[in-house]
């Protein structure tokens, strides 16, 4: 396991890398702060992220915000001063797993196992909300190149979504590539904006 850890205190990174070689054989990354971790992760490539704080500054979750943007890891962060602002922040950057109860080695396995289990379901969920995007999406683009199907030659909804379709059929693309390529076409001829 490779695990990147955060922290500023000398001690309390000590007390961490105690407990993680307690209960789990791992490559460790040690680093002071945040400042650079977009890097570290592109370039250690962690199974897991572990940040100690006090609490969290801004700057670190917006950092944070960004490895789960470029390269997305189960981050864990445990930090010393309860602070529910902070924490809703440093989840919505990506942050699996929340410790605001100190740092302690016999609840270590078991934090990063949940921390990992969160993180596989919200990447999930990821996928499935950019998977229905880009579908509602596509029905947008084959709605509008019917509408134009239509009125330039004339046909009901369910004739101008067979020619798109055959048309895509033909040529091998996608529907919702072959409804794009009509709408810039149309653009092209002055028939929209």
Same mark, same amino acid.
């Given at each position: 396991?490779r695990?990147?850890?955060?922290d500023?205190?000398?001690?309390r &990174?000590?007390?961490l890398?105690d407990?993680l070689?307690?209960? %789990?054989?791992a490559r460790l990354l040690?680093?002071?702060? +945040?400042? =650079?971790?977009v890097?570290?992760v592109?370039?250690?490539t962690?199974d *897991?992220?572990?940040v100690?704080?006090?609490a ?6 917006? @950092?944070?915000? &960004?490895? +789960?943007e470029?390269?997305? &890891?189960?981050?864990? *962060?445990?930090v @010393?001063?309860k $602070?529910?602002?902070? %924490?809703e922040e440093a ?5 699996a ?10 609840r270590i &396995?078991? /934090?990063? @196992?949940?921390?990992? %289990? !969160?993180f596989?379901? +919200?990447q999930e969920?990821?996928r $499935?909300? %950019?998977?229905?995007k880009? +579908? ?5 683009? /084959?709605? !509008?190149?019917k =509408? /134009?199907? *239509? ?6 909804e ?9 048309t895509? *059929?033909? !040529? ?7 409804a794009?390529d009509l /709408?810039t076409? @149309?653009?092209?001829? =002055? =028939?929209?904006?």
């Open positions: 396991m695990v990147l850890i955060v500023p205190d000398k001690a &990174r000590g007390r890398t407990a070689s307690a209960v %789990a054989e040690i680093v002071d702060n +945040t400042l =650079g971790v890097e570290h592109s370039k250690f962690p *897991m992220v572990i100690a704080c006090d969290p500054a801004r700057d670190a979750i917006d @950092d944070l915000r &960004r490895v +789960t470029t390269n997305p &890891r189960p981050i864990v *962060m445990f @010393d001063k $602070d529910s602002e902070h %924490a989840l919505r950057a990506g942050v797993a929340y410790v605001t109860d100190g740092l302690d080695p016999d &396995r078991d /934090i990063l @196992d949940i921390a990992a %289990a !969160q596989r379901v +919200t969920l990821r $499935d909300l %950019a998977e229905a880009a +579908t509602l999406a596509a029905r947008k683009i /084959i709605e !509008q190149a =509408g /134009i199907l *239509m009125k330039r030659r004339s046909l009901d369910k004739e101008a979504y067979a020619l798109l379709r055959k895509a *059929m033909d !040529q091998g693309k996608p529907l919702s590539k072959v794009e /709408i076409a @149309d653009r092209l001829l =002055g =028939g929209g904006p």
